[in-house]
């Protein structure tokens, strides 16, 4: 079965540092992958996903992650981080044939001054 | 920018008593899911309904979960006897199509069971 990994529960890191989350999926043929973002009080939004192609997707927001099938990961990254960033992360993969989106556990992202 | 809009954006209820969520979907959208995410736990697939009926439904959609496209733009999430374990944030999301079409989110339902 499809599953997610999200290792970090929470992460800080200085405004203005870079920024990587980890994630790990578990999924026996290729996935779409996703990460959102969740702001408190606010829905998920989607940051980038992949599907196929280009392994280094670009997303909104200057996010940009990297799919590498010999390590089952998609980290998010961001070169410089903003106060704004601070939000909970969510990776989650779903299969080609089906709707059933399977999260991580999530990374709370805390930016410091 | 058209999005997924939640209502209510809190509800408290009563456990044993019937809770109706409502979601309107982005309108050219064609497929629509309900996820819950229970405080401090993963966001969990419920179920996907397309063409008026449900595709796909998790474990956790069990007798008491029914949802509905009652007109054409809402889609409803109705919980029969709600239990205090059904507190939880509820998202409502859309897609276009199936395949390879992003999940829209709406902002969620918070629903407190008493």
């Known amino acids: 079965a499809q599953s997610v990994t999200q290792p970090d529960i929470h992460i800080t890191v200085s405004e203005g540092a870079s920024l990587e989350l980890r994630c790990n999926y578990s999924?026996?043929?290729?996935?779409?992958l996703f990460w959102y973002v969740q702001s408190p009080g606010q829905g998920l939004q989607l940051l980038l996903k992949?599907?196929?192609?280009?392994?280094l997707v670009q997303g909104i927001k200057g996010f940009e992650a990297e799919f590498k099938r010999s390590q089952s990961s998609f980290n998010l990254r961001k070169p410089s981080v903003h106060w704004s960033d601070a939000a909970e992360y969510f990776c989650?993969?779903?299969?080609?044939?089906?709707?059933?989106?399977?999260f991580g556990a999530g990374t709370r992202l805390t930016v410091k001054p | 920018e058209p999005e997924v809009t939640q209502t209510p954006s809190h509800q408290v209820t009563q456990m044993g008593q019937e809770v109706i969520l409502r979601c309107v979907p982005i309108?050219?959208?064609?497929?629509f899911y309900w996820y819950r995410q229970i405080l401090g736990q993963k966001v969990e697939f419920l179920v996907s309904?397309?063409?008026?009926?449900?595709?796909?439904k998790s474990e956790i959609f069990d007798d008491q979960f029914s949802v509905e496209r009652p007109d054409g733009s809402n889609f409803t999430l109705k919980i029969r006897s709600t239990k205090l374990e059904d507190s939880a944030m509820y998202f409502c999301?859309?897609?276009?199509?199936?395949?390879?079409?992003?999940?829209?989110f709406g902002p969620g339902t918070r629903l407190t069971v008493l």
């Open positions: 999301a859309s897609s276009e199509r199936r395949s390879t079409d992003t999940q829209y």
């Open positions: 999924y026996g043929a290729t996935p779409y």
């Open positions: 992949y599907f196929s192609g280009d392994t």
């Open positions: 989650a993969v779903r299969s080609y044939n089906n709707n059933d989106m399977r």
């Open positions: 309108s050219n959208h064609l497929y």
């Open positions: 309904f397309y063409n008026n009926e449900i595709s796909e």
